[in-house]
């Protein structure tokens, strides 16, 4: 039994080790946590008594986009964390130990799981001090749930990857700043049908749109459009797959060096 624990143990120890890390970091706490609650709290100052979408508050209206937003700004700091290690000769270190390699790597998307999940919670206080108020249902609340704790591991391992294929932080930051652009390219701030054209056919079938309008369906209490949401969980189980296996074989090729 404890030779089948043993692995969970070691992950656990990593993204402990991580969460200290990030702890000890002043820009983690900005960047993570600080700064998605600030971005809500400034759409909503400067375009939540002038924008009216579907007889919606604006507040009600970009919750799921600015989580999705807060979601990208951690992913950064993940892609960050793992580029250090990396360059740094930390993963080296961990794989001299006796713990099963991968066990490092799972460690870090744990710790950006938790470090996301708290921020995501942060973000809907400010929303909900902003006057979000949610009509959902425990189904509505499961659906929300899903897709977010989805969302999360989809980007965090394209986060790993970033910083796995960076050269520096800077690098590993600046790959990984795409996740934090494209929920403003989607129906996170504005309809797509607000869009120029190209955006318009970009946001329309990039993987954030449905899942962003499934979420905000979710939390308003909207019957379940059962289409985006079988959608929006083929695109998030698809990126999360794709991206682990990616990131578990270039995790592979790195610490074969």
């Known amino acids: 039994m404890k030779v089948l624990l043993q692995p969970y143990k070691d992950t656990a120890a990593i993204a402990k080790r991580c ?12 960047t993570s946590i600080l700064l998605p609650a600030l971005m809500m709290i400034l759409f909503v100052s400067l375009f939540g008594k002038l924008i009216r979408i579907e007889n919606v508050s604006y507040v009600n209206y970009i919750a799921p986009g600015v989580l999705l937003q807060c979601i990208g700004q951690c992913s950064s700091v993940t892609a960050i964390m793992i580029s250090k290690d990396m360059t740094g000769g930390m993963i080296s270190r961990f794989c001299t130990l006796p713990i099963r390699a991968s066990s490092v790597l799972h460690g870090h998307i744990l710790e950006a799981l938790v470090r996301s999940s708290v921020a995501s919670a942060v973000v809907m206080l400010a929303a909900f001090a902003l006057g979000v108020r949610p009509s959902m249902g425990f189904a509505d609340l499961c659906v929300f749930l899903i897709l977010l704790l989805g969302s999360i591991l989809a980007i965090s391992y394209f986060a790993a990857i970033a910083g796995m294929t960076a050269n520096s932080a ?20 504005v309809p797509t049908e607000t869009l120029p ?17 499934t979420m905000r369906n979710a939390l308003s209490g909207k019957p379940l459009d059962s289409h985006t949401f079988f959608i929006s969980c083929m695109w998030c189980m698809g990126l999360c797959v794709l991206s682990a296996i990616v990131c578990a074989a270039l995790f592979q090729k790195k610490i074969r060096r």
């Open 19 to 30: 969460m200290l890390c990030s702890k000890r970091n002043p820009d983690t706490l900005l």
């Open 170 to 189: 800077e690098g590993a930051s600046a790959l990984s700043a795409v996740l934090i652009i494209l929920p403003y390219v989607s129906s996170g701030f």
């Open 197 to 213: 054209s190209v955006m318009r056919i970009f946001a329309k079938y990039q993987p954030m749109t449905p899942v962003i309008d």
